[in-house]
């Protein structure tokens, strides 16, 4: 079975940083795009960014409102995603899942919490 | 890049009642499509991909249709366990969710 497991998420100021992480199993992570999805406490769902399968150029896309403080990476030897985020914003408090299609279908994971605030 | 509208923001009906939620995109996503059900404190559950298809294990009553710009989620005969907010999610290009619909009991 898919499985993703984000972690990470915790209480930070303003102007701060944070990486969070998603362990992967279930699939060939190697070969897999994989992405971020955040909410917003009370608001909808908002794509955060990407980043392809090395095989594919291992390139990364992102949000207009991310652009220039998140970073994406991925780790293949441990079936691992990354979201580095610095210059956190109080905007930036969300829920933050990692989704990814495998065979046409989308798994999620059960997301962590990011709160920004002094 | 691609925006999605969906409609109703707010959806009120019965048990029993047929009830359909629009997306439309600002411009052609060849059916890369899928419909969540979203409920408190947990993550979207996947109902239906590529517009149209079925996801393993969800109900019958829920369906998917339409093309080109213009698709609906459609639930043919409302249960309890059905009210939640339903989103649409295009992954014809990155991927854009629809502002989501909030299917109350009236």
């Known amino acids: 079975d898919v499985q993703l497991v984000e972690s990470g998420g915790v209480l930070v100021k303003p102007g701060g940083s944070l990486r969070l992480s998603c362990a992967a199993s279930g699939f060939t992570f190697n070969n897999a795009w994989m992405n971020w999805v955040r909410q917003a406490p009370g608001r909808g769902l908002e794509w955060v960014g990407r980043i392809k399968s090395k095989t594919d150029g291992g390139t990364t896309d992102y949000a207009a409102p991310v652009k220039g403080r998140f970073t994406i990476s991925r780790d293949d030897s441990e079936n691992t995603l990354f979201l580095q985020m610095n210059s956190l914003k109080t905007e930036d408090t969300a829920v933050y899942y990692c989704?990814?299609?495998?065979?046409?279908?989308?798994?999620w994971g059960q997301g962590t919490l990011v709160t920004v605030s002094s | 890049d691609i925006q999605m509208t969906q409609s109703p923001s707010t959806l009120s009906a019965s048990v029993g009642d047929r009830v359909t939620i629009t997306c439309r995109a600002t411009?052609?996503?060849?059916?890369?499509l899928a419909w969540y059900q979203q409920k408190p404190g947990k993550a979207p559950k996947l109902l239906i991909y590529?517009?149209?298809t079925l996801e393993s294990g969800v109900p019958s009553r829920f369906s998917g249709s339409g093309s080109g710009t213009e698709f609906t989620l459609t639930i043919s005969s409302l249960q309890p366990d059905d009210f939640a907010t339903y989103y649409c999610q295009q992954y014809n290009s990155y991927s854009t969710f629809g502002q989501g619909t909030k299917l109350e009991i009236k």
């Open positions: 411009q052609i996503i060849n059916n890369w």
């Open positions: 590529k517009a149209s």
């Open positions: 989704i990814t299609n495998s065979r046409g279908l989308w798994y």
